[in-house]
């Protein structure tokens, strides 16, 4: 299994910070059981705000390294990806076997 876990920092001059989260919360978990090889994903939002947090959460689970290839080349995604850097500051990235 593959674990891929990525974290934000929303980008302040990109509009309301706040509804940009709920907005990549509900675009990326609109993304469960529409992509093979998808075992799980939630997004989380920081509450604690701190100077060394991050804003935005992704946390997902995949069969193989193949379905993580295949989950950033698919279209639902793909289609996320244009929101996500519009409101993005900084994105920091962890893939690893489980």
């Not at 799980?40 to 959460?57: C, N, P, Q």
């Not at 946390?59 to 290839?69: K, P, T, V």
């Not at 850097?85 to 900084?90: M, P």
């Amino acid at each position: 299994m593959i674990k891929h876990i990525v974290m934000w920092r929303l980008d302040e001059t990109a509009g309301d910070k706040t509804g940009n989260a709920l907005k990549l919360k509900q675009l990326l978990e609109g993304l469960n059981g529409r992509i093979s090889g998808l075992l799980k994903l939630e997004v989380g939002i920081d509450f604690s705000r701190e100077a060394e947090s991050s804003d935005v959460v992704l946390y997902s689970e995949f069969e193989s390294r193949q379905a993580l290839d295949a989950y950033q080349a698919h279209p639902a995604h793909a289609e996320v990806v244009p929101f996500v850097k519009s409101v993005r500051a900084e994105r920091r990235v962890v893939d690893y076997d489980a």
